[in-house]
């Protein structure tokens, strides 16, 4: 591999001035290294442009020189999608990170990129008002970064993907210009979706610089259950019984094995168990309404009432204070960490039609014991989207490292399964390098001619984000 | 133009056999000719191909031929584009016309592109279910046309447009060959999105076949309110509260001019005039609720009460029947017909963001009025989408074509102040023919340079739909 020439990188110092690129090694090192320490990057010089004309003009001067560029957010991916080589320029949007209107009429946020998730949820707050994209790494995480991959997280049953929440779109082109589609619009039929086209293609088509985002009414009321559901198809029956009677009011539906439920518990500080006896299948549903006269409390115990009447419940627990919420989300939120004290795990972030979760639940259990023995299968995840973080932990008696070793092959196992119905290798978190030979393992050739074609198009000389997704 | 030559034709007529095609006069006729009449096709030939494979095959046929496709479903667009040359063949798709699955488990309908929407809305409804897409052509229109077009309607304020009411798609692409799309899945980050660039494509990218669509809990309670506003901004403040204190229960938010409201009541017969007192400025809100026990008439009264208090509104009335509800909506859906009795009406199909729709009517009578003296403003429409049917009908005293000819001078005035707002000039009735020059003239250089090379790269030889959209 070979650098980026220095009469490149002396354009790009003049342009971005002092404090918009380092070369320093700590600096590299933070930015060079993702979470998971499974991808590690190479990049010799970061750039830290502070608008969105910087943006376009050092895109130029890299396609003048030739030289690929990968965008970076908060860094919180991982699947290898920020992760530059030697012969890269990472160029990093944390310096553009304003939220430059809250507009409370037209329930917009406008924003440039690199501003942090829980800033922008803060803001909106401060308006009365929500948005409501909500995950892990929400307090360093850039809506830069959570368009470009397409985050899901926690509140897509009710609000949809990050897709779903984006009104309009600026984005810088390969060739350095400017598209922009900064629109507040909610209906314009004036050409093809190219707003879509750029969210969730992880910056190879064009650099995401800033965006107009949907807000809503901020919750009121907020009612909280944790359930023992005596298994995943009562779990699904208890998700379509709620859909039709709390007005679609659900804001999360999250199914846990009991091993996951078991290993929070147990491994976490300071954590209660919700209900006294044990079980297989748990569901956290959480209901929320901003009418500011509602009682979803009575809503949420008549649903309960009913589930286990029609024995899709056996027991089940409502918040009653916020401290008891608490209790209950730190439960579902603490399963990975949880893991961590059981040894290795192998992960899967896939989903399949609603309605098939118990089959791939079934099947993919099924399917992971007989390749490997003693292994303890921890699937949890958002049921109501179909997506299941179907995690393995390692056998008890077997060395973690040999476990690990079965990774790719465990992988093929369970995609092999989804894919079978009809699901999705990558369901929130993306493609980036890690998936990026699945993808076209499991895409069909109409499809990855597709991919390639607008891929081609849009960025014919392959200069942004090369050899991701695509 | 040169007709597509006999040979062709033979392959094609040999595919799908005597009920898959026609020569015949009268049914070309039908076809060739679209609702307003503004656009009239002259193709010879007209294909009913009753499956995928004999779509595919069809097109496979005509590629081979250089042969152009226009696709066409219910022909109720009215912009001219399902409209075809000599030199073209017309392709509808009425004969796939199937519901093939609804799944009350996975809230889903699969369907076949030529199945009529109201069939669609039935066939949820026996399931109480819910497809929301609702528009005034759902008695003919077919869902392909529905989401080649992204159709917007009624419904868009709570539960979006044609787009997002769509998980999967299978389309038969230039060459002839299948992407299967057609998924359930509510999560999938497997690559770039293909299905949002074909949903509103208008048949330029591919062929719709098929469509997996999302269904909701049915409504079990609708409360509809008529509203004397003092004045546009008043409707959007009353919108706004709205949206904060009945939960986000708004299913409809319309607004009309005094004059919209007159010539219905005045013109149609067996209506009632919801107020007695006059008012420039009218609004039609209706909640729905899917929850068993729900009180929305309580909630509106609440609402209009604070709306009143807060001089949002002058004057309110709740429909206390199902006949109130329906008289209410029959003025609100009966102004494009009664604009009818009132001389040649001149059109438009705009939206601009939600906040700036009083700057819109404000700026664009004022114009009009310059433009053309006694020029009689009739908007109406759809504000909570920010979609305003701008529609302008003649001055008392003049002929009705010599107005006519005004239309292109009129849409000029109109949509440099939408362009000025940052809207659209297809906010839901497409592009076609009728504003394809005008999406160029407003385009930026970078909008168009994208949209050209998604088509070249998708259609190459420009053989589905040539010369629609862009």
Chains 1, 2 share one sequence.
Not at 192 to 208: M, S
Request: glycine share 10%; hydrophobic share 40%; proline share 5%.
């Amino acid at each position: 591999m070979t650098r980026p020439h220095d009469a490149a990188i002396l354009e790009l110092k003049n342009l971005l001035g002092p404090k918009g690129w380092s070369m320093e090694r700590d600096v590299l090192e933070t930015h060079n290294r993702e979470a998971r320490g499974k991808f590690e990057g190479h990049a010799d010089i970061i750039l830290f442009p502070a608008s969105t004309d910087e943006v376009a003009k050092a895109v130029a001067i890299c396609a003048a020189h030739a030289i690929a560029i990968v965008p970076q957010g908060g860094n919180t991916g991982r699947c290898g999608g920020a992760v530059a080589g030697q012969d890269q320029v990472l160029l990093n949007l944390k310096r553009m990170n304003r939220i430059t209107e809250i507009d409370a009429r037209d329930f917009t946020a406008t924003v440039e990129a690199g501003a942090i998730l829980k800033t922008i949820q803060d803001a909106a707050e401060e308006h009365d008002l929500l948005f409501p994209l909500s995950l892990g790494a929400e307090g360093s995480c850039q809506i830069g970064g959570n368009l470009a991959t397409n985050a899901g997280g926690l509140n897509v049953i009710r609000y949809g993907n990050a897709r779903d929440l984006v009104l309009g779109l600026e984005v810088v082109l390969p060739d350095g210009s400017i598209w922009n589609g900064l629109s507040k619009l909610r209906k314009d039929n004036s050409g093809y979706d190219l707003r879509d086209l750029f969210i969730g293609a992880e910056g190879t088509l064009g650099i995401i610089t800033k965006a107009t985002l949907k807000l809503f009414p901020h919750p009121k009321h907020i009612a909280t259950a944790w359930v023992a559901v005596p298994s995943p198809e009562a779990a699904l029956d208890l998700l379509a019984l709620a859909r039709r009677t709390t007005g679609d009011a659900i804001a999360a539906f999250e199914l846990m094995c009991g091993f996951a439920h078991d290993m929070s518990v147990t491994h976490l500080p300071n954590l209660t168990r919700p209900l006294a006896s044990q079980t297989d299948w748990h569901v956290l549903i959480e209901l929320t309404s901003s009418r500011p006269t509602d009682d979803l409390q009575s809503l949420l115990t008549d649903l309960l009432g009913d589930a286990m009447e029609g024995e899709l419940a056996r027991d089940a627990t409502l918040a009653q204070s916020d401290a008891q919420r608490k209790n209950l989300w730190a439960i579902r939120e603490g399963i990975p960490e949880a893991q961590g004290f059981e040894g290795g795990s192998i992960k899967h972030d896939v989903s399949v039609p609603v309605s098939k979760v118990p089959d791939l639940l079934t099947r993919g259990m099924a399917a992971a014991r007989d390749l490997i023995p003693g292994i303890r299968p921890c699937p949890f995840g958002h049921v109501g989207d179909g997506n299941i973080h179907f995690n393995f932990t390692q056998p008890l008696d077997m060395d973690k490292a040999d476990y690990l070793a079965h990774w790719e092959n465990l992988n093929r196992v369970i995609h092999d399964i989804v894919a079978g119905l009809g699901g999705s290798i990558s369901a929130e978190h993306g493609i980036g390098q890690l998936k990026r030979d699945e993808l076209a393992h499991y895409a069909s050739a109409e499809k990855l001619k597709l991919l390639r074609a607008v891929k081609a198009a849009i960025d014919p000389d392959n200069r942004l984000n090369p050899g991701k997704v695509v």
